[in-house]
């Protein structure tokens, strides 16, 4: 039943579109793509080498190896094969170039540095016989893993994690006036290690795609959901849809294109390559990968990139929990969403009146 008193009906009142809220949702989706399209197709271009790292066995060698090699190569001299092997075991280098007689060269290389990064190394090293009329022996010391013979399982389990923990953080950022801000702590917290054991599971012992051992590929992609969940929840509670937007295109846009795992490293441009690994993404493709295959050889950095981001988000999540809390309330009519004092509701985060923390 209705009275002349009662607040219209939806029915009644339709909607009156405001074109500044369609029209912004618009033109973000439009640069999300973009850019999107952008980043992923134009790293994909025309990738060249620069400094790949490539041990040398031999002064002599060393040195017709820089000369012919360029920029495109950091050569390190090592004193035998063997030295150099131990390098590329450990991730330090992408292959040893060594040779047996004057007329035949040796390359032990790691597949596992990815096809991109090998397959270079492999190209160079056969330029530089052909030139010196010698012969190269190839042969593969690190080998992808037999169920990831592309070896991209690493970026599609990275980029799953990042997208999912990402979608989780916006929803619950739009869910303010419904949950708590500790439930929306707790609720990331809890997906971040169910996404990882779950991921790791899949990829590791189910499909065997992920060689590295199961607790340390699960903590790598814990880190990395977390790492993902908070940041965005902070740029959300800090900048409102602008830190959402914002999100989209450091993790699950620039993070994935430059992470390394379906364009080496050392064959992106110089921009890519000064922020791949201080991303999350980068991060977490550096702790699967050499967990994986380099005896777990320089992942103290990425472990320490993927905790810093967490912290870093949970603490501007708490922060932004404080500054709203001390931020004076003024007072609004009392209609719909409002309570009897004529005040938005406020959450215990202190939050929901300003932005969603």
Known sequence: MTFPSDPPTDAASPVATQRRAWATLVITGLIIGTAFIAVYVGLQRSPQPSRLPIAVVSERLADTAQAGFGSSVAVTEVAS?????????????VAVLGATSPTTLTLDYAGASGLSESGAARQLAAGLAEKAGATIQENDIVPLATYDSRG????????????????????LTAATAKVRLRHRLVAMGGFAVAIGVIAATVA?????SLTAPFPLLALSLILLSAASAFTTKALGA?????????AV?????????????????????????????KLPPGAAVRAVNNFGYFDGAHTVAPLAILATWFLAGLGFVLLRQRTAKRRPLTAEP????????????????GVESVQGA
């Not at 991209?152 to 929803?171: E, M, W």
């Open 334 to 349: 009392v209609s719909l969403g409002h309570d009897a004092s004529g005040r938005r509701p406020v959450g215990e985060d």
């Open 152 to 171: 991209l399982s690493a970026f599609y389990v990275v980029f799953g994690v990042t997208l999912s923990s990402f979608v989780l953080a916006q929803g």
């Open 81 to 93: 094969v063997a030295d150099g092997e131990t390098m590329v075991r450990h991730g330090d280098a």
């Open 249 to 277: 295109l450091t993790l699950t846009t620039i993070g994935n294109a430059t992470s390394g795992a379906t364009i080496g490293i050392d064959l992106l441009p110089a921009w890519a390559q000064a922020i791949s690994a």
């Open 204 to 208: 590791g012992p189910i499909y065997g």
């Open 238 to 246: 800090w900048l409102g849809p602008a830190g959402i937007a914002l």
